[in-house]
């Protein structure tokens, strides 16, 4: 063999070697904290953590609406079906569902969203704890008790929000780990032993050009394009029939009926939404907990789940002084569209919103 050849052979070892001591010490790393159990994102004694994109938006965000003296600002927290709030004004500006001073109202107040898909109430008592640091108060909060904001682990959350995991993975990597029956948020930690070649790759919170402070847009509205496109999977419940009904609204009673037959809040989720409302009383910061408005037939199928009588008790238990408990029924709204049963379309999020508002006493 020629010296060359030896030398390339060599030269090509050192690379290889580099890359098995990384993923060694990766290994060694969680094997060292092995005996906590302590899953990814969250550190002893102290439960989950913010991401760092959570804590920019969350600073960007309150400054800018610490910057609009004499506007009113209301806090909004839930999952996915209040994430459609995140359309609110630009919906507000060609609601048919609203008057022309309550599309005012509505136009004049700040929104601040945190919904998110597989949010949870641990996510949501460290955001509003980060605002109180931030000296930030708004002048009142609307927190939707959804089903999957009460538990840690359940079928429908898939590791997707970003509040929760202070160390967090894209979509496909918790794909991944689905593949392999690693699908709950304490097996992320122990999944990666695994696939620690992953662990290399860029962590998404690192990527913060997203969450650099922008100028918001206060009366955003569609444009022809994104009026037309916004509700074209959207239905009027007169209009869900046959094959579509099943699509729709058949598939999520089956869903539901058998992802909440066992049903149980997490004793931090219940801890943290106890730890929301004696916040915001103490600062005398009126809030809204209701229990979120789904289709008729899927309200039937959760009320026969351990999840009716659990919301129940919060009602019973959390309301007094400035906290109010409200069940949202779609008997309350004109608007009847819907995108499926457990959603209810971005064009109705107008009118809902103003309601929950008047309950609250918020607007005249």
């Given at each position: 063999m020629s010296n060359s050849e030896s030398g390339f052979k060599k030269w090509l070892y050192y690379p290889l070697l580099l890359i098995v001591l990384l993923l060694a010490a990766d290994k060694l790393l969680l094997l060292a904290n092995k005996d906590t159990a302590t899953p990814v994102g969250v550190t002893r004694g102290a439960g989950i953590q913010l991401?760092?994109?959570?804590?920019?938006?969350l600073n960007m965000e309150a400054s800018f609406a610490a910057k609009l003296p004499g506007r009113k600002t209301v806090v909004v927290f839930g999952s996915s079906r209040s994430e459609r709030f995140n359309l609110l004004k630009q919906e507000t500006t060609i609601s048919e569902y609203l008057n022309a001073p309550q599309k005012e109202q509505i136009l004049s107040t700040q929104f601040l969203v945190y919904a998110q898909?597989?949010?949870?109430?641990?996510?949501?008592y460290h955001a509003l704890d980060h605002l109180w640091r931030l000296n930030y108060i708004p002048d009142a909060i609307v927190l939707e008790i959804g089903p999957e904001l009460l538990e840690l682990e359940h079928k429908n959350n898939h590791g997707k929000s970003e509040f929760i995991f202070s160390d967090e993975y894209d979509y496909e990597y918790y794909r991944l780990?689905?593949?392999f029956g690693k699908k709950s948020v304490a097996d992320e930690a122990r999944a990666r032993l695994l696939f620690a070649g992953y662990a290399l790759k860029p962590r998404p919170e690192l990527q913060v050009y997203d969450y650099l402070p922008k100028a918001q847009n206060e009366k955003p509205e569609y444009s022809l394009l994104q009026k037309y496109f916004r509700g074209y999977k959207d239905y009027l419940d007169a209009e869900l029939t046959g094959k579509l009904r099943e699509e729709r609204v058949g598939a999520f009673l089956t869903m539901y009926g058998n992802n909440y037959k066992t049903f149980a809040v997490d004793p931090l989720m219940d801890e943290s939404l106890k730890r929301i409302v004696a916040m915001a009383r103490a600062k005398n910061i009126p809030v809204l907990l209701y229990r979120?408005?789904?289709?008729d037939e899927l309200k039937q199928v959760l009320d026969k789940t351990p999840y009716a009588p659990a919301v129940d008790k919060y009602a019973k238990e959390l309301i007094g002084g400035s906290v109010q408990f409200h069940y949202a029924s779609q008997n309350d709204y004109k608007c009847k569209y819907w995108?499926?049963?457990?959603?209810?379309s971005t064009r109705c999020t107008p009118e809902i919103m103003h309601h929950l508002l008047r309950v609250l006493k918020f607007y005249p």
């Open positions: 991401s760092e994109t959570a804590k920019i938006r898909v597989g949010a949870q109430m641990v996510a949501y780990l689905a593949k979120p408005f789904v289709h995108s499926d049963a457990s959603h209810y």
